[in-house]
């Protein structure tokens, strides 16, 4: 007998939630599982990927809205008020999307849909929530909420970090056993393949050293920390260029501010790219300026591409740069930003030793064994 799973997730655009997820369907065993997938908007570069095997469901159709313009905020009330129609009538959602399918499993792939999951009205199946983020940063999760997730039959979490912090809030034994730590698999020959694809926007033409990082553009991320020591590093004379890939909400500012502090010929916004890696290639750096993330998994594709990494102190990252011999972690503010650049922009030796380290050390993170690790949760719950 087939295990039936329902997995959750909002979309299945750009992003390390996203991209983890599709990876890890990818890789499961057909004759093994059913699986039902149900996403609240049905956009996404990631849907093309998902297995024809999977039964893909959706609440609704169309383009995410990301800003707030006039003709766009009754489609957005709209959007907001059907979702959290099936949020407080949740048998309706089972009944007539789900076609009253019954679960083994129930699986919340992204810490954003925990209040779907826990008011799903089959309470005989098997929930699990999958942490992909730092949650104990966003200021809606006050310690009530977080309490919340101990309600399920798994929390899933991708960094030591999180960990140690669940463990703080767990009340007892049996809810410190149900916090596992798991780590995200990347398709290592899959990123390997994408980056050797052959580019011709490639921005510059000069063989200055060049950091680049790639996320989507909100005020988390950092880059307007980012955009300042470029500034100050190049007005100390030590000349780089720098390439932001990503849109967001907060692409506009960031331009603004690329443009006000006169950086048009160092620094570059890409926007968007459905394939970063043949840019990260080029690149000589990768440099991480996050306030905040869960597991930064284009750190892990950056390590693949044997990239020398500068990062600030964030979720994860001492898991991903073992706590340091990998990469170069760096204090959380402007200043550690600038220290990291600096440091790689003036001693070549240690960007030298950081290859050589990358390249001598078995990666955990790889596919097999976290698809393993993964299959072994879902088998035993």
């Given at each position: 007998?087939?295990?039936?799973?329902?997995?959750r997730?909002?979309?299945?655009?750009h992003g390390?939630?996203?991209?983890?997820?599709?990876?890890?369907?990818?890789?499961?065993?057909?004759?093994?599982?059913?699986?039902?997938?149900l996403?609240?908007?049905y956009?996404?570069?990631?849907?093309k990927?998902?297995?024809?095997?999977?039964?893909?469901?959706?609440?609704?159709?169309?383009?995410?809205?990301?800003?707030n313009r006039?003709?766009?905020?009754?489609?957005?009330?709209?959007?907001?008020?059907?979702?959290?129609m099936?949020l407080?009538?949740?048998?309706?959602?089972?009944?007539?999307?789900?076609?009253?399918?019954?679960?083994?499993v129930?699986?919340?792939?992204?810490?954003g849909?925990y209040?779907?999951l826990?008011?799903?009205?089959?309470?005989?199946?098997?929930?699990?929530?999958?942490?992909?983020?730092d949650?104990?940063?966003?200021?809606?999760?006050?310690?009530?909420?977080?309490?919340?997730l101990?309600?399920f039959?798994?929390?899933l979490?991708?960094?030591?970090k999180?960990?140690?912090?669940?463990?703080?809030?767990?009340?007892?034994?049996?809810?410190k056993?149900?916090?596992i730590?798991?780590?995200?698999?990347?398709?290592?020959?899959?990123?390997?393949r994408?980056?050797?694809?052959?580019?011709?926007?490639?921005?510059?033409?000069?063989?200055?050293?060049?950091?680049v990082?790639?996320?989507?553009?909100?005020?988390?991320?950092?880059?307007?920390?980012l955009?300042n020591?470029?500034?100050?590093?190049?007005?100390?004379?030590?000349q780089h260029?720098?390439?932001?890939?990503?849109?967001g909400?907060?692409?506009?500012a960031?331009?603004?501010?690329?443009?006000?502090?006169?950086?048009?010929?160092?620094?570059?916004m890409?926007?968007?790219?459905?394939?970063?890696?043949?840019?990260?290639?080029?690149?000589?750096?990768?440099?991480?300026?996050?306030?905040?993330?869960?597991?930064?998994?284009?750190?892990?594709e950056?390590?693949?591409?044997?990239?020398p990494?500068?990062?600030?102190?964030?979720?994860?990252?001492?898991?991903?740069?073992q706590?340091?011999?990998?990469?170069?972690?760096t204090?959380?503010?402007?200043?550690?930003?600038?220290?990291?650049m600096?440091?790689?922009?003036?001693?070549k030796n240690?960007?030298?030793?950081y290859k050589?380290?990358?390249?001598?050390?078995?990666?955990?993170?790889?596919?097999?064994?976290?698809?393993e690790?993964?299959?072994?949760?879902?088998?035993?719950?």
């Open positions: 007998m087939k295990k039936k799973i329902l997995i997730i909002g979309s299945l655009r390390g939630a996203e991209k983890v997820l599709v990876n890890f369907l990818k890789n499961l065993p057909e004759d093994k599982y059913e699986i039902d997938l996403i609240n908007l956009t996404g570069m990631y849907i990927e998902i297995p024809s095997w999977v039964n893909l469901h959706y609440l609704l159709k169309g383009e995410m809205i990301t800003t006039p003709h766009e905020i009754p489609v957005k009330v709209f959007r907001v008020l059907y979702q959290k099936f407080w009538f949740p048998s309706l959602l089972y009944r007539f999307v789900l076609k009253n399918k019954k679960y083994d129930e699986i919340a792939a992204i810490h849909m209040k779907e826990l008011s799903s009205p089959q309470k005989d199946s098997k929930k699990i929530i999958w942490i992909q983020n949650i104990f940063n966003l200021k809606e999760y006050t310690h009530d909420v977080i309490r919340q101990f309600k039959d798994r929390i979490v991708i960094s030591d999180l960990k140690e912090e669940m463990l703080k809030i767990a009340e007892n034994d049996q809810e056993k149900n916090v730590k798991i780590f995200n698999p990347i398709d290592k020959e899959d990123t390997l994408k980056a050797d694809i052959e580019i011709s926007d490639y921005p510059f033409s000069s063989k200055l050293p060049t950091f990082t790639v996320g989507t553009v909100y005020p988390q991320k950092g880059y307007d920390r955009l020591v470029h500034k100050k590093l190049i007005d100390e004379g030590l260029h720098l390439l932001i890939i990503g849109d909400y907060d692409f506009e960031i331009q603004n501010q690329l443009h006000t502090l006169g950086l048009q010929d160092t620094a570059k890409l926007g968007f790219s459905s394939n970063p890696y043949p840019y990260m290639k080029k690149a000589d750096f990768y440099i991480m300026s996050s306030r905040h993330e869960g597991f930064p998994t284009i750190i892990a950056a390590l693949i591409l044997n990239k990494i500068s990062a600030t102190d964030i979720s994860g990252i001492k898991d991903l740069l706590d340091g011999k990998l990469g170069n972690i204090e959380n503010s402007e200043d550690g930003i600038y220290e990291g600096k440091k790689f922009l003036t001693d240690v960007t030298e030793e050589k380290q990358i390249s001598q050390t078995e990666l955990p993170f790889v596919l097999e064994k976290s698809v690790h993964l299959q072994k949760i879902i088998d035993e719950a």
